[in-house]
T-cell receptor, first 114, second 115 residues
Framework: AQSVTQLDSHVSVSEGTPVLLRCNYSSSYSPSLFWYVQHPNKGLQLLLKYTSAATLVKGINGFEAEFKKSETSFHLTKPSAHMSDAAEYFCVVTRGMGYSTLTFGKGTMLLVSP | GAGVSQTPSNKVTEKGKYVELRCDPISGHTALYWYRQSLGQGPEFLIYFQGTGAADDSGLPNDRFFAVRPEGSVSTLKIQRTERGDSAVYLC?????????????FGPGTRLTVL
């Protein structure tokens, strides 16, 4: 079964500094990978997705992620954090080849201080 | 246009009772998914519908859980003989089709509390 591991449960940054949220995946084939964001009392929103095209994926709100097969990683980055980025972020993989159902990581809470 | 809606937003029930949770997907979306998110965890897959049929129900934890989508749009998740461990946020998502490339759009969830 495919799985993802988010390496940090909480990440704290100051506004204007870079953001790095780490995710490693386990898959027996080339997976589809996603990052979703969940703001308090709001639904999950797709930030970006990797589906075997370009390894550097750009998403909404200035986020991007790089698929590195050799490291089995799919880390999420942003050059400069904004207060509105404070939320929980989930790294997600499809359950298996041909499946559209999703397997979520445990989440990383991003805290942004002024 | 309207997104995925779920009703009720909150449901409090007593142990042993029966509950129904409703999901209204985005119009025209043929694929519909139910997930469950326990406190401090990521969402976990429960069941996936393609049209009216359950294409994958391998995530349902036991036979107390059942879901239907009789006309290929609205879906209802039904839980019999609720237990305290069923307390969680139940999320519904829909996508244009069951292709893994299609984005899943999530509703705000129903928070179920079993006393």
């Amino acid at each position: 079964a495919q799985s993802v591991t988010q390496l940090d449960s909480h990440v704290s940054v100051s506004e204007g500094t870079p953001v790095l949220l780490r995710c490693n995946y386990s898959s027996s084939y080339s997976p589809s990978l996603f990052w979703y964001v969940q703001h308090p009392n709001k639904g999950l929103q797709l930030l970006l997705k990797y589906t075997s095209a370009a390894t550097l994926v750009k998403g909404i709100n200035g986020f991007e992620a790089e698929f590195k097969k050799s490291e089995t990683s799919f880390h999420l980055t942003k050059p400069s954090a904004h207060m509105s980025d404070a939320a929980e972020y989930f790294c997600v993989v499809t359950r298996g080849m041909g499946y559209s159902t999703l397997t979520f990581g445990k989440g990383t809470m991003l805290l942004v201080s002024p | 246009g309207a997104g995925v809606s779920q009703t009720p937003s909150n449901k409090v029930t007593e142990k042993g009772k029966y509950v129904e949770l409703r999901c209204d997907p985005i119009s025209g979306h043929t694929a519909l998914y139910w997930y469950r998110q326990s406190l401090g965890q990521g969402p976990e897959f429960l069941i996936y519908f393609q049209g009216t049929g359950a294409a994958d129900d391998s995530g349902l934890p036991n036979d107390r859980f059942f879901a239907v989508r009789p006309e290929g749009s609205v879906s209802t998740l039904k839980i019999q003989r609720t237990e305290r461990g069923d307390s969680a946020v139940y999320l519904c998502a829909s996508s244009l089709s069951g292709n893994s490339y299609n984005e899943q759009f999530f509703g705000p969830g129903t928070r179920l509390t079993v006393l």
